[in-house]
DNA sequence: AATATAAATGACAGCGCTGTCAATTTGTTA
DNA sequence: TAACAAATTGACAGCGCTGTCATTTATATT
């Protein structure tokens, strides 16, 4: 019923070695020989068996996406892009969430990988900021590539994929100061993300170009979690010095901090304006609608997927290092200082 | 480096296919020599190679996720869900998102069925809903468990997850009622969507209870989407008769509900109360927090994922009907009438 | 035209496992 | 205890493909 390579070969006249080489465009094979073998191939609508090339290759065509994440925005983004360059390239894809903080987690990992013979692995935070596991995970003699914070190449291990949180978040509180704003808070989402940290640094740097001083009253330590932005925008906004705006690290901190502000009765922008950071669905849903900045997420994940499959198949053997800068979204939630 | 099958029966002293037998559960193994394999499998850290065993038997070891859903949470839960069935059981899972509208996706599926050799689908609506669609799946040979709308096994062809929409709508309804409620608005998820006419008829069942006509002027055609829930409680509080509560098909109706009455400056839960129907994790977030009803999603996936591995192992012949009902959530977005 | 060289193709083993069927061991009964 | 059935185990082929290496064919060189 379903054609396997024996058919092909037989139909096209050809050995079995060479309709394997024309599926795997490998050179040598003569131009008129290789149409014959596509032209049965598309006639018998044949695809070749992953099992059995997965077995009896030493190469792969699966590769995994890790991650631990509760974010089910940032999954589907990440999943939905890598799959559709798995699709493009004929890999097919496994997904792995698991614990990062399980102390068994290298293990898992190991145990996956050996089961699965996957050939590379995509690597989000907070597994592609640690080197020391990336490094160990390269020792399985798996490719990896890894989306991580930052703006230049941590080192040379494997090609990343860069998100430039520093500068966006400048944009952002950029964006604040030019609303009039000077006393701008800060809901951090913890301190092992990078992407936090980085976030943080962009938002001193701007106040810094501004010549505003930075006050450490206006930070808060959180996680990237709503009832965080709650907590955080309600410690704020208690202090006797209080802001009048407040840059949350991502988006649901940023809804948390707007329940906070309805709870208290601060009216958003006029009173307080909230800035996120991802630009996620419901950053469209809150009332008012959240300024945030813009993580292409699919696009990234598409990218980081395209850089592991090269590699793979090892088109280039340079670490390749792409970078984004998430954009400034502008809505309702910020607004100029009031008097 | 990676144990295989060969390994482990040299080091227990027993051959390959004795291995096999243990691995794979089958009878006729005696206890002693069942506990040697298994002791040598666990010093060993052997796992069977999951490529070998698709091209070696008849049987298979994956089973894929076919679905068309933009929405985030439902589908995190639900891959979750199946996830942990999957790893429970030793099978891989595939996940395919796709076009429903598409017209070759019945070619699209059969592509993937026949390629990936998968030995099972878990269908979600609207697949699961197209009796005509999943006969043509089944006779790929392949086994099929589906998620969908209903309170009764709709027909013998598969195993179901029956979620009763009709029931938790009433129940909602209800609450609204018991609220002194008597001009309910209702915003429809789409009548393509088996799960939005359950909930109407429940709606509509829960009115009928307690003696309230039905007003056709309440019952507002929508789709699941926010925009849908702001466009439609617009419509409903700008007409003459206006209702006092609105139930939305969905929690991103809702959130779209809530929206727009704060756009009209309407209080929540004072001058209208608005229930939601899927307890997704935004629905904890919005101001004021969402009454909805909690549809265990990721519990769901996981049995129905065990239905489908059941089947694929032939325990039962049986085509069992599991039934969910959501439970009604009480939060802030309701409140009793106000004179 | 004969030879050397490179390009193209094929034969064959084997990846790690399962299915089939035959061989062996164990238990049961007269 | 012999004879037989049932339970247990193993030998072996082969799933559909790729890697290795030998063989054939085309091209270049003298």
Chains 1, 2 share one sequence.
């Not at 601060?266 to 669905?281: K, T, V, W």
């Amino acid at each position: 019923m379903k054609a396997t390579i024996n058919d092909v070969a037989k139909h096209a006249g050809v050995s079995i070695k060479t309709v394997s080489r024309v599926m795997n465009n490998e050179p040598s094979v003569r131009q008129a020989t290789r149409d014959k073998v596509m032209a049965t191939v598309a006639e018998l609508n044949y695809q070749p068996n992953l099992a059995a090339r997965n077995l009896a290759g030493t190469k792969s065509y699966s590769i995994a996406y890790v991650y631990d994440n509760p974010n089910a925005y940032y999954i589907i983004d990440m999943q939905n892009g890598i799959l559709s360059a798995c699709r493009q390239q004929g890999f097919e894809l496994l997904i792995h969430p698991c614990n990062a903080e399980a102390d068994n987690i290298l293990e898992e990992i190991t145990n996956m990988v050996k089961q699965s013979r996957v050939a590379g692995l995509v690597l989000t935070p907070p597994f592609s900021e640690r080197p020391e596991f990336v490094k160990r995970i390269l020792e399985l003699d798996v490719k990896v590539v890894r989306i991580m914070s930052g703006n230049a190449a941590p080192d040379e291990i494997t090609p990343c994929i860069m998100v430039d949180d520093h500068q966006a978040a400048l944009t952002i509180t950029q964006h604040l100061i030019d609303y009039g704003h000077k006393n701008i808070g800060f809901i951090a989402g913890g301190a092992e993300h990078k992407s936090s940290i980085e976030r943080l640094q962009g938002y001193k740097q701007a106040l810094s170009n501004n010549g505003i001083a930075i006050n450490d009253d206006f930070i808060i330590e959180g996680e990237y979690s709503f009832e965080s932005g709650v907590n955080g925008a309600k410690q704020l906004m208690t202090q006797a010095e209080k802001p009048t705006a407040i840059f949350s690290c991502n988006d649901e901190i940023a809804a948390g901090a707007l329940f906070a502000a309805r709870l208290m009765n601060i009216a958003i922008p006029q009173q307080l304006s909230i800035a996120g950071f991802e630009n996620s669905p419901f950053s469209r849903q809150t009332w008012p609608r959240l300024t945030t900045a813009d993580q292409p997420n699919r696009q990234i994940a598409s990218d980081a997927t395209n850089l592991l499959i090269a590699q793979i198949r090892q088109q280039n053997t340079k670490q390749i290092c792409t970078q984004y800068t998430p954009e400034l979204v502008v809505r309702d939630s910020t607004g100029q200082v009031q008097a």
